[in-house]
Structures are given as structure tokens and as C-alpha cells.
């Protein structure tokens, strides 16, 4: 069984080490981080225009949804909710494709220790604010191999 203060903590660690490798990308030149907040059903609530979450309702399950930010050239993006503690992230798969897609997203509640559920079961998603950080890999890339 999974202590939930460790849980917790190395949730925190990740968020932290997160911004704190985005806060090292802010500094090399031409990084160009952008950064949006959005409410839990994918709205814009701040932030810059340049980024665009796309929302992908299931059409099987009532309260399942999937998020998944529009492509926007030289740009990767990383999302992350407002409250990490209570949230598991799960990732998508396209119809007809073997490998889950990292683009595609929703969080979950976690679940209970101990609770058996069926397969096909399909936890709703959890309403949770979040936020989504683009950022330029190719200057990180000019950045450690000395070419820029």
C-alpha cells in the first residue's frame, strides 16, 4: 500500500522540478516560453492567445472528456494542474492506434486503495484548473550544443 503523504510529496517534487527546469528554459535566448491558465472545462482564463486547448468530449460516457493543446510550430507544450495533489493524468489513444498519444490528456480523481473496478469502467473527469507552458526545444538544443 502507498503511503499518501509520500504520494503527495513526490507530486509536489514533480510540479517543483517542473518549474524549475521551465524557469531555466525562461533564461536561454530565444526560448520564448508562453504560458496560459484555462478552468477546468478548457476555457481560457489567462494568458497568452497563442495557445489553444481543444476539448474532446466522449461520446459513450457522460463527464469523460479529453484535452489536447492545437500544434503551434517550434512550440512543445507541458500541462499541469493548479492542484496536483488530487489529481492522476491520464493519457489518450486515438481510435485505431496501439500507443497511447501524450498530446491527449484528462485527470482523474484518484481512486481508492482496495476498490476492483471493471475494465471498460471510465472514472469522470475531476474539475481541476490548469495550466499549459509552451516552450521552443530547439533553443534548449542551441543552448547545450554551443550553436546559437
Known amino acids: 500500500m502507498t503511503d ?7 507530486g509536489v517534487g514533480i510540479a517543483q522540478g517542473l518549474m524549475q527546469f521551465l524557469g531555466y528554459i525562461r533564461g536561454i535566448a530565444g526560448s520564448s516560453i508562453i504560458s496560459a491558465h484555462f478552468k ?34 517550434d512550440y512543445v507544450f507541458t500541462r499541469m494542474p493548479v492542484i496536483e495533489s488530487c489529481a492522476h493524468e491520464l493519457v489518450g489513444q486515438v481510435a485505431n492506434e496501439k500507443n497511447p498519444d501524450a498530446r491527449y490528456w484528462r485527470w482523474v480523481a484518484q481512486e481508492r486503495q482496495g476498490v476492483i473496478v471493471g475494465g471498460q469502467h471510465q472514472p469522470p473527469n475531476l474539475k481541476v484548473d490548469f495550466i499549459v507552458i509552451g516552450y521552443r526545444p530547439k533553443a534548449l538544443i542551441k543552448h547545450f550544443s554551443g550553436t546559437g
Open 4 to 10: 499518501p503523504i509520500s504520494v503527495v510529496s513526490g
Open 40 to 73: 477546468w472545462d478548457g476555457t481560457r482564463n489567462e494568458g497568452s492567445d497563442k495557445i489553444e486547448v481543444e476539448k474532446h468530449p466522449s461520446k459513450a460516457e457522460n463527464g469523460v472528456w479529453w484535452f489536447s493543446v492545437k500544434e503551434q510550430a
